[in-house]
């Protein structure tokens, strides 16, 4: 979905409407571009638009509701007059210029890891906890892709019958390594294809028709990476579940743009998959995916550019006698409800809080 | 691999040894492929060949230690004087066929699911239950690819510590569903790049950079699917541990030829990562893949013609304060250890036995 097709035929924000200002910083990266997507297609009452990249970038144009956006370079001085900032350029460039947008007293949604786990930081999902964003904090963080698809798929169950512990195995696509691994994807897999060597430059190994364990450093303690490690604190705290036993594992596989994973779900009391089919359907932001005849469940290929996260494959657990066990699969876009959407639904959710 | 490759290289079986007639029904399929490879590779003693398939491949040549072997069409007479028939061509052509190749006094490994279960059948995988082989049935079962590799990693842990619970999440390559979807793995996704349409004809759902829940029937009692069924009972049986707790989640991932599975593994006491890599790196067929500080773990590229069954990511489960539980990932390659080698292996041992 590039923002050029959408953006004609959606209106323009209401006339008379209250508008602000925002910036993405990393415009040009995927997660800016679906940015600038999600803010258009959910007409966001955008007033001043303002890109900011690298020096690098700076002077190139992309197109906003049909005007173009010069693209600006990010300066400690680029947030006078700014109201919301999207920050999606990396947790070294949130540290070193987030203090300057909070100086100038815009609030920052940062797709980062730089805050997510500091204390009076809110990790929000919209959907998950919302009522983390009451305390009007001058910046929220934006959750890890796996953190954010995973809470959408288990709160809705936690809140009927709490869980106790959670296994999660993932499948996780090029976007999450950004353009470059996507297009890294898609290049070494032409070569293979045409019977030619490629040399991977993006990420550590060869990813043409071939998976590897998530290429974040090792913990050298639990051995766990540092995905994994993201992932699990980031549920705890979104879910305000610091005692949920969690065990994740990250795998790049060779799909483009959405992240999938089983999980395997304990329960405090026993439960039924009809139980959880019902919490599911009822939640806001999810699609039950889940008819065994057709053998249609949740797929990459239908879950990416969509805003809803699938989750299917829902049954008991047979190796868990005791019924407190349910197995199932979720799929959610990467780039949207791992990333962008995420980050414009807390926008949503703090104009509407004003 | 080509069987055409490594033959020039290979001696002829050492002269004045006992030979053995071979039959291999599927010859032409990506497993009968494998299996006159693994056969020339391990340098089997070979009297003569039989290559059976369809009537629609008969009078096709393959080559077989630098010699033409023409194809024969399959019939009930196919089996007299040949000792030894591997089947690969799917539990229906297993059922009818198998009883006239035991008839005919030939030792039949059977690489469908037909005789799997039954009562009787030895399913061996030779490095973990060559016991299995003392009864000398006429008809020994090779097992499901994930069963198969799932067992090296699992029987030279439970040898220690017993086992008392495995959940599994596989990530299952093209192979597993025959050449033809290997073929589609490449076509579709060479049509997605070039902006093509593909319209799946092997597999039931898009598979160029997608990925879909395993593509057998869905049991509608459990909502577990055939493989997942399978591959639980038969790691049982494998294994001699009918009261072993399983949950296994099925997944194809568009990966050509090698399977890989994250396994979370509880033990009856507590254990450590460092006992399991011990363990595990004496264990003949397997090898330990577990380099943190370069983040390089098993990877389909490099388990794909390999006949050892790669592990690594081995960690403590944080989901678990017991210490009784363990994480780790293996992957093996479908068409060998989770097909053509184990069958040879099979043989290997009878013969041995004789």
Known sequence: MSSVETLQARPAPSAGRRTF??????????????????????????????????ARSAGKTLTFRGRPVAIEALTPESFQGVDFALFSAGASISREFAPHAEAAGCVVVDNSSAFRMAEG?????????????????????????????????????????????????????????????????????????????????VLPHPYAFNLFSHNAAVDPASGYNGEELKAMEEIRKIMSTPDLRLSFTCVRVPVLRAHSMALTVEFERPVTPAEAREWLSAAPGVRVVDDAANNHFPMPNEASGRDE?????????????????????????????????????IAEALVAAR
């Open 21 to 54: 200002n925002v910036a993405i910083v990393g415009a040009t990266g995927a997660v800016g571009v679906e940015l600038m997507g999600c803010l258009e297609r959910r007409d966001f009452p955008v007033g001043e638009l303002k890109l900011l990249a690298s």
């Open 121 to 201: 930081v809110p990790l929000v999902v919209p959907e998950v906890n919302p009522q983390a964003l009451a305390r009007q904090a001058p910046l929220v963080a934006n959750p890890n892709c796996v953190a954010a698809i995973a809470v959408m798929a288990l709160q809705p169950l936690h809140a009927h019958n709490p869980l106790t512990r959670v296994i999660g195995a993932t499948y996780q696509s090029a976007s999450g390594a950004g353009a470059a691994a996507m297009a890294e994807l898609e290049a070494s897999t032409a070569a293979q294809l045409a019977g030619e060597a490629y040399e991977p430059k």
């Open 309 to 345: 996260v699938l989750v299917g494959r829902i049954r008991q657990d047979l190796g868990d006698p005791s019924g407190r066990t349910l197995s199932l699969f979720a799929v959610g876009d990467q780039l949207l409800k791992g990333a962008a959407l995420n980050a414009v639904q």
